[in-house]
């Protein structure tokens, strides 16, 4: 027996599988969608404005840290203007004028002592009976004798002292390499002048008692080293324009 086809029922299910398959298209796209909406939120709700708040959170923030900046700005710059009202007081000038004379930042003019120091002739022999011939180191100007003549005119009442070109502060040092000097970075070679301003009988004075200079003034008569004290009316020293960083230091109790 055969059977006999059925082409209805056949034109049937193949339209209920083709609509099983759209379904299921549909439903997977609508979970595709859903998924890249999510990734694009990074698991938060798009629909809501909590990063509008979160940004508004922080203007208020920045807002209030400006406020307080201001005012900080403002007490300063009262202080501020406070010390200028203060620096313009007659008293205030006169201090500050005094600190930048003794830190010697200002030219100083005045009356003032000048000495020079300077070697012997290369060839020199003594000039004295009885004194032993010399040898190079009784020839040439020592640290010793620099420094001691800086020490007497200090002490001699000196408001500033000059060594070769430079202005001397309170961090300065003589100091001899050889027969050069060693000053604030430079060297010099003799002859080797100081000059200092201040009372001229004080300063000559200190300069004639000072026992160091007075052993020096032995070697001038035997072997011939230089040394000249002149006084001068209107002696003009230059402001100290270096570095006045403090390199090292050591104390003693």
């Known amino acids: 027996m055969s059977i006999p086809p059925r082409p209805a029922r056949t034109r049937a299910s193949g339209t209920r ?6 379904t299921c298209a549909v439903f997977a796209l ?3 969608l859903f998924y890249i909406s999510a990734q694009t939120a990074r698991g938060t709700d798009l629909r809501t404005d909590n990063s509008l708040l979160s940004l ?3 203007i208020r923030q920045r807002s209030a840290q400006n406020q307080q900046s201001q005012a900080q700005l403002a007490e300063l710059q009262e202080r501020a203007q406070r010390l200028t009202d203060r620096q313009g007081s007659p008293a205030d000038a006169a201090q500050l004028t005094a600190l930048e004379q003794a830190a010697a930042l200002d030219p100083l003019q005045g009356p ?6 300077n070697d012997a002739p290369p060839n020199a022999t003594s000039r004295l009976p009885g004194v032993r011939e010399p040898d190079v180191n009784d020839l040439v100007i020592h640290q010793q004798d620099i420094q001691a003549v800086v020490n007497a005119l200090w002490r001699g009442g000196a408001e500033g002292v000059q060594v070769m070109d430079q202005r001397l ?3 300065s040092a003589v100091r001899c390499v050889g027969n050069t000097l060693l000053l604030q970075g430079r060297v010099y070679s003799p002859p080797y002048v100081v000059k200092a301003v201040g009372k001229t009988d004080a300063l000559r004075a200190a300069v004639e008692a000072d026992p160091t200079i007075r052993n020096y003034l032995q070697y001038v008569q035997a072997y011939g080293l230089g040394w000249k004290v002149q006084e001068s009316g209107d ?3 230059p402001g100290y324009s270096g570095t006045a960083d403090l390199r090292a230091a050591t104390g003693q109790q």
Request: glycine fraction near 12%; charge should be neutral; hydrophobic fraction near 60%.
């Open 17 to 22: 599988i083709v609509g099983r398959a759209l």
């Open 30 to 32: 609508a979970g595709l």
């Open 56 to 58: 508004s959170d922080v």
């Open 112 to 117: 003032g002592l000048t000495v020079t120091l």
């Open 169 to 171: 502060i309170s961090t």
């Open 235 to 237: 002696l003009a020293l």
